[in-house]
């Protein structure tokens, strides 16, 4: 009898704890499924921070928006903490797996493929400008629609990678959209002006604008640019002009949109 009643002790407590278990569901929801390179708006009960890759996701009345890294092989695990109990909820979502497109192009000269040392200083001084304009927070602003910059064919996705000779290239950042020299390019969304350069190695004229919640977006290749750094800039402003400035082959637009140090595929974020 008294073993009976031990099982029953036990079996209720199990129970219980797995309602418990379940009780804690994640306290927010994403408005659509997570790809390699991919984004998602989510929004998350009040009185949780949320993080990410150990990373705190900024919100604002709950909402917020991540990026998915291209290479992102494991899916997300997101760590939601509750102000009030201390509690943490473990929730793991799926990331869905892409094929990015590689071409091998060989016979390209050696200079093409890898600069020549004499710009070695140069080029780290100007990753470095980038990785500083990228680096801003505006927490007064949440960016919710971002319109296409310019309109034209996508003549290079986001993602690829070419293999010259036999050695892989950092995969494309962002899109090539072709459009002829002196077409205007609209900013895709408000913010502030973090970088307006003249002269990039691999960029040429460049801009990096701060779209608020470590959202940001750079235009490279340009002929003319018409803010500087500072600027605030409205969403459809005219930043500059089409061209074919540093390490390019003719008139496009390469815009990255960047997302909390990822870069994500502006077609997934771009509607117009
Ligand atoms: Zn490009």
Redesign the pocket.
Known sequence: MQYISKMVKLSLILALLFLASNSYACPFKLDRELYQGGIAYGKIDEGYDLFLDKKKIPTKNGNFIIGIHRDRKVNALFKAFDNKTKKQINCEIEVKKFKWKIDYVNGVEGEKVTPPKSYFDRIQKEQNLMVNARKALLTNHFPTSFIMPVHGRIS?PFGGQRVFNGQPRSP?????IAAKQGTPIKAIEDGKVMLAYDEMFFSGKIIVIDHGFYVNSTY??LSKINVKKGDTVKKGDIIGEVGSTGR?TGP?L???INIFGVNVDPLKVLKD
């Open positions: 290079s494309h950042s962002g899109i090539d490279a290749h390019s496009h390469h815009i990255t």
